[in-house]
């Protein structure tokens, strides 16, 4: 999912920079002192699951958790989710500094178009329908990003459809894992702190 | 808030597998150059296109990695040598070996990064050109475990570079409460 320093062209990288600069203002903009410590606790959990190792066959995938940080910061999952990577970058060297701005880009857009898009369905209804809407909304964002990733690939001059589909089929168990996560955590979070949806995610 | 807690504390079991992150290492080995080339989860590149490049871009020459990501070059310029791969989905592999390097496998002297001045000759050697080859066969040998040592363990990310990393992200956002409460108080 991280794309690393050299994989783009420059065109890309810059447009992805200046892109992920404008998003993460929007976020801050939304950040309030009310969320500015559920941003710092999904950027770090978005921090340390690239650690967490999911085995398929004789490689693995690791999680991303991005649609749990759109679903409830919106905007704000921009800034959070742009500290998360930059850490990764220095710390395990996964991606790259040149390529931070189009890898926030390529992880957090989707984390608010799920936002955008899944918020509101999760804090109505019951706890359970808004935990599918969770789930499908983890999962939509893993989708997104697959499909980012393979967007900037192209533009780089790499043919859109075989990378997207290498990348969207690898990504497939993460989907479903995230999926799970993601409802189990709409649901916890639905009967002990609803407030935390009911303001809505969207700033 | 609490549920995120408990996350969290999920995410710190220590797993010990490592990232998709993508090796690389060059070394020389006798008149070629050994490379490998594979992710940090253990998975090596295997059958994949490695382009070679000089220092001014031109192709040099392709190679395909064996099953365990090895591949090995024979240079035929004293030149910078960087080798290119790309493994999909965004992961590209790229290592230099330096003109200096590449010119002792071949023997030679380094061609000279900027236009030649009249400098004296080179300085003789001490030992005779065999000598010279049967030492330095013996420390690569001697190096080679080593050096796949020290890549191996620069891929390690313990305990307490996470923690690190979590103690970076508390204080950022510490100071972004700060700057907030402040705001809040001036308004």
């Not at chain 1, 490689?59 to 958790?65: D, E, K, N, T």
Request: proline share 5%; aromatic share 8%.
């Amino acid at each position: 999912m991280h794309i690393v320093d050299g994989a783009l062209s420059n065109p890309v990288v810059i447009g992805g920079a200046v892109a992920a600069a404008g998003g993460i203002a929007m976020g801050l903009r939304s950040l309030d002192l009310d969320r500015i410590p559920t941003a710092g606790v999904l950027s770090a959990s978005f921090f340390v699951a690239s650690l967490i190792h999911v085995p398929i066959g004789p490689s693995s995938v690791h999680l991303i958790l991005n649609g749990m940080a759109g679903l409830l910061l919106g905007w704000a999952a921009f800034p959070a989710l742009f500290v998360g990577l930059l850490l990764q970058a220095v710390f395990f060297g996964f991606g790259g500094l040149t390529v931070l701005g189009i890898n926030t880009l390529n992880i957090a857009l989707p984390a608010v178009l799920a936002g955008l898009v899944f918020s509101r369905l999760i804090a109505h209804g019951s706890p359970l329908q808004g935990a599918i809407w969770g789930g499908v909304g983890g999962a939509f964002a893993i989708a997104a990003t697959t499909g980012m990733v393979a967007f900037s690939l192209a533009l780089s001059g790499d043919a859109f459809l075989p990378a997207a589909k290498l990348v969207f089929f690898a990504h497939i168990p993460v989907m479903a894992i995230e999926a799970i996560l993601t409802g189990f955590a709409v649901l916890l979070a639905r009967k002990v702190k609803p407030e935390l949806f009911v303001k809505g995610a969207v700033a | 808030m609490r549920y995120l807690a408990i996350i969290l504390a999920l995410s710190c079991v220590p797993v010990p597998a490592l990232a998709h992150k993508v090796i690389a290492g060059v070394f020389e080995s006798g008149d070629a150059i050994e490379g490998e080339i594979g992710f940090s989860n253990g998975d090596m590149a295997s059958d994949t296109e490695v382009i070679v490049k000089g220092p001014d871009g031109a192709a040099l020459g392709r190679i395909l990695t064996d099953a365990d990501g090895f591949f090995i070059y024979t240079p035929n310029a004293p030149v910078a040598h960087t080798f290119f791969a790309n493994l999909g989905a965004g992961h590209v592999a790229e290592v230099t070996m330096p003109a200096a390097d590449v010119a002792r496998i071949m023997g030679v002297e380094a061609e000279p990064d900027t236009p030649p001045t009249n400098a004296p000759a080179q300085t003789v050697a001490v030992f005779s050109t065999e000598q010279q080859q049967v030492i330095a066969r013996a420390v690569r040998d001697e190096l080679r475990p080593l050096r796949r040592e020290i890549a191996a363990y620069r891929e390690q990310n313990d305990l307490q570079t996470v923690l690190g990393g979590i103690g970076y992200i508390v204080g950022l956002f510490g100071l972004g409460f700060y700057f907030a409460a402040r705001r809040k108080l001036a308004a």
